[in-house]
């Protein structure tokens, strides 16, 4: 972390800063953007974050480039030229980069494997797993490594080869493991916090012929407390 600012009641870590890109953490429950709850949101937080950093007039440019559900939390990057807009959406659209999740899924995983499914959302919001050629149907790729298995949970690190709306939620569902505290696509209770962190992001960098990596540890609080040495 390089800096931090306050949004919603929430701290918000900085991660890195240049001219081209801003990561930051994303807090859980935070929307990525401005929705129908009103409810402050990270793109706008950390629009005036920058804009009072560098002392800039009106609202500062920032690219939304990728989401993250709004219960999760972890590594969010973001694009502060259009150049690099551009050249970020390209690349989370060709999958030229490398995402890896933190989930606690209930029940036991005992080996590692891959799930290939094709998901579609429906007009509610909800995805749904759909069979192949199905309209709107599009194909979700993702690979998962079991961690350490304690009281019927299991913590999972999740490697996303592609990117569709809620798949890990919905994919480990499909499959009998659905994450903690997942009221939507579980039987998550009132007050449970959904466990999906994005943990690692490693891309190229819109501007410099490398690449950066970001990584956000979960808070060693709720469900995550039992599977982190303090």
Known sequence: ???????????????????????????????????????????SACKTYIAEKFQKPGEAYLG???????????????????KAAARLTKAFAGHDLEKIYLAVAQGEVSE????????????????????????????????YLPLKTLDN???????????????????????????????RYGDGAPGQQLALWSHRLTLPHPTKPERVTFTSDPPRSGVWACFFDE
């Open 1 to 43: 972390m390089i800096d931090s600012f306050q949004a919603g009641g929430r701290t918000v870590k900085v991660l890195y800063l240049d001219n081209h890109l801003l990561a930051v953490e994303k807090p859980p429950n935070m929307p990525t953007q401005a929705d129908e709850s009103r409810d402050e949101d990270l793109l």
């Open 153 to 183: 949970l299991t913590l999972l690190e999740v490697s996303l080869e592609t990117g569709r709306p809620h798949q890990i939620r919905v994919q480990l569902a499909n499959m009998g493991r659905p994450l903690w505290g997942d009221n």
């Open 64 to 82: 939304l480039v990728h989401r993250l559900d709004r219960p999760a939390g972890g590594v969010m990057v973001f694009a502060r030229t259009s």
């Open 112 to 143: 590692p494997g891959a799930l290939k499914d094709f998901l579609v959302k429906g007009e509610d919001g909800m995805v749904r797993v759909a069979q192949a050629g199905e309209p709107g149907a599009k194909e979700a790729r993702l690979k």
